[in-house]
């Protein structure tokens, strides 16, 4: 019988059949909740698009461990379809050679590009590490340093060349901020300047009495301070070589000191331009002149990031040499990708090197992928730029510049970003002056309309993991999560973000840490709600990070917690031993609630009332009506104590024709007993089937997933 869509809503009632667990008192008052689905859906998705996955860069040697046939055909069972390429590089302010096989702007050393007519087959690829890194601290592997504070001479910094002119048609101040190990007395600076060095240039502190650690760097953003110039460190005039500023007469206590480059001297004529685009230092001190005229001086030196005095750079360049390859992290080649069938043949999203890469390297890897006849879904632009602290301007203007070459080369590319490293607080950006805007993507998306290249973003991308703190009870963490993502995506919206392009999570899992809740039921619990949550309203793909098969570790030193972001647990060499709950929490999404396949998928937003309080409810629910003709919703009890009964009820004259699909995984199925590195699930089964009368009651234990699932007429 056709249904009609005008139908205004069906409702599933859920009584409390079960007691409490012992140790607390039984309810005198049977509990309710009821789920009310909207009445039209919020939103269609299609399914082989709208759940994807995340493959990313590993250790060395893990490429070949990982990519083999019995993994990639236990990857492929998870149900995802669209595959996600992540750039693990970008992150550890590393130059990336997509291929093996390319030119140098100089005798191997420049900048780099990879050759897009190459045949031979690339199993794999490398980050090369930036000669001239400005930061101390990166979002990789953190065990490379900052060139300003080595204590070497002969090393520098240098700033980003494709944010100077000719490269942009407007200054974009570069800037460097030193933080101290604590408050200190500051009145002198001394710059040993680079090749270029900074002729227009300021000298400021963080100013925050109400929060002094916090500088909206490496810290919580903080909208009571300010960088204010120290008395005499504006510079106009600027010469270069070793350079020692008196700031003010009298001493003021900062932690934070920034110097802020405006105007260039450029560099000597002759070679590679970019050589002598931006600002370079060699080494700086920060300190307090001493009755002798010697310098007091705070920072400290070392090619150590563990011992140096943290330091961020705005940017920088990526020229590098053939001998800065890093052995230690590798990518998995494209053809190692494609060809491996984890990618069911469908187009996947690829980036592009941004921030420590050059434009011509970035066509060259499209050039090579369409001669290889790859499929290419999306092109996201770099990743996580929030966590090098760029600033929204300076991402801006590299984002138009690689978007106007990569156009040229194929106009039907589909390009997007920022990807921003998290969702949990709004992104933001040290105002540009007095009084200026705060909101990252804002600033973004007004440097984009401003240069008249808004038509080249193309979708909208972020990443997910949402709690950093493991040590916890999941339960406070699980409740608040749909919370979290309603929020952030008002902000976007009114941020200005477009609504008729796709928003897109490339990555997302429990934390950015490893933990137990990763591992455990909870894990399965988030990953279900905040995929259903964000496709029902209005996102339109998801990508799982962590379908390769890993190990147990520990990177938490505040609490004893093992875990990963993974779907199989595997020994050192990455044999599957066995699943973890998150992979089946994934089946129960992608292969029962959704219809597996290319054909639409609506969805209807639910609300959970608990009927006689105010009380939250511990039951989510997620209504889909599939292609099939089907409807199929998606239970979540996020209570991990107590169990409820569930009735499902479709209002007259709408009901269920014959038997319901009973699809439960919980802890019957799966329990976590935590061992340290050597932690197991016992017992580890698949979720449990049944068919059950439309009338029946069935329990809905804590800390499950239960899909429903049938005809209606």
């Known amino acids: ?90 992150l550890g302010v590393e130059a990336w050679h997509w291929n093996p096989h390319g030119t140098w702007s100089g005798a191997n050393s420049g900048y780099w590009t990879s050759d897009a007519g190459a045949a031979a087959s690339i199993a794999t690829c490398n980050g090369y590490r930036l000669p001239r890194r400005g930061s101390t601290y990166d979002q990789a592997n953190k065990d490379g340093y900052s060139r300003i504070d080595d204590g070497d001479p002969k090393t520098f910094w240098k700033s980003n060349p494709y944010l100077a002119r000719p490269y942009v048609s407007e200054d974009h101040p570069q800037w460097l901020v030193a933080i101290l190990d604590r408050a200190r007395p500051v009145n002198a600076i001394r710059v040993l300047w680079g090749a270029p060095y900074a002729r227009r240039y300021q000298i400021e502190y963080w100013a925050d009495r109400d929060n002094p650690d916090a500088s909206g760097i490496e810290d919580t953003y903080s909208e009571s301070g300010a960088w204010r110039p120290f008395p005499q460190g504006s510079i106009n005039a600027g010469s270069g070589g070793a350079v020692r500023i008196q700031l003010c007469d009298h001493p003021i206590s900062a932690r934070f000191i920034r110097i802020r480059m405006e105007e260039g001297a450029g560099g000597p004529s002759g070679g590679d331009p970019r050589d002598h ?46 001998g800065d390859r890093d052995e230690n992290v590798e990518q998995p080649g494209f053809d190692t990708v494609f060809q491996s069938g984890v990618t069911h043949g469908l187009p996947v999203m690829i980036p592009v090197g941004l921030a420590y890469d050059t434009p011509e390297n970035s066509v060259a890897e499209i050039r090579w992928l369409r001669a290889r006849g790859y499929k290419i879904s999306r092109v996201e632009m770099g990743e996580e730029p929030d966590g090098q602290y760029m600033t929204p301007e300076d991402y801006g203007a590299l984002y138009v510049q690689w978007a106007s070459a ?40 007004r440097y984009l309309r401003v240069h008249g290249h808004m038509r080249d973003l193309g979708f909208f991308s972020f990443e997910c993991y949402p709690f950093d703190h493991l040590c916890g009870p999941s339960a406070p963490q699980l409740a608040s999560l749909p919370g979290l993502i309603r929020d952030a995506m008002a902000r976007w919206r009114q941020d200005g973000v477009p609504q008729n392009i796709p928003w897109l999570i490339t990555e997302y899992g429990y934390s950015a840490y490893a933990g137990q809740p990763e591992v455990d039921l909870p894990g399965a619990l988030l990953n279900a709600d905040l995929v259903a949550y964000f496709l029902t309203h209005g996102g339109s793909g998801a990508y799982f990070y962590g379908c390769e098969p890993n190990t147990l570790i520990k990177e938490l030193d505040e609490c004893e917690t093992w875990g990963n972001l993974s779907l199989f647990q595997s020994d050192d060499d990455r044999h599957i031993q066995s699943p973890f709950a998150a992979y089946y929490g994934a089946r129960m999404l992608t292969q029962e609630w959704a219809q597996p396949g290319a054909k639409p998928l609506a969805l209807y937003p639910a609300v959970c009332k608990v009927q006689g309080t105010r009380t939250p409810s511990s039951v989510t629910a997620y209504a889909a009506r599939r292609s099939d003709g089907r409807w199929s919703i998606l239970l979540l009890n996020k209570d991990p104590k107590r169990s409820y009964g569930v009735r499902v009820k479709l209002p007259l004259p709408i009901h269920f024709a014959g038997s319901v699909d009973f699809i439960q995984y919980g802890p019957a199925q799966y329990r976590w007993h935590a061992r340290g590195d050597r932690g197991y699930a016992s017992p580890n089964l698949p979720p449990k089937r049944t068919s059950i009368s439309p009338d029946a009651i069935a329990n809905l234990p804590p800390y499950s997933l239960t899909v429903v699932r049938g005809s209606v007429q």
């Open 1 to 90: 019988m056709k249904i009609s869509r005008t139908i205004c809503a069906f409702s599933i009632s859920v009584s409390l059949l079960c007691a409490l667990l012992p140790a607390r008192p039984a309810a005198s008052v049977p509990q309710v909740v009821t789920v009310t689905v909207a009445a039209k859906p919020s939103h269609t998705v299609i399914p082989t698009a709208a759940f994807g996955a995340a493959l990313d860069g590993y250790e060395k040697g893990d490429v070949a461990k990982i990519y083999t046939p019995a993994n990639v055909k236990a990857i492929m069972t998870a149900g995802f379809g669209e595959i996600s390429y992540r750039l693990r590089t970008e």
């Open 277 to 322: 685009l931006g600002f370079a230092v060699r080494e700086l001190s920060i300190g307090q002149s001493q009755p002798n005229g010697m310098l007091r001086d705070w920072v400290r030196r070392a090619q150590d990031s563990a011992r140096q005095t943290t330091i961020y750079a705005s940017s920088t360049d990526p020229w590098h040499r053939s």
């Open 406 to 445: 990569l156009h040229r080369e194929d106009p039907s590319l589909v390009l997007g970003g920022p990807c921003y490293q998290t969702v949990s607080d709004e992104v933001r950006a040290w105002p540009a002056g007095a009084g200026g805007d705060t909101s990252w993507t804002r600033r973004f998306l």
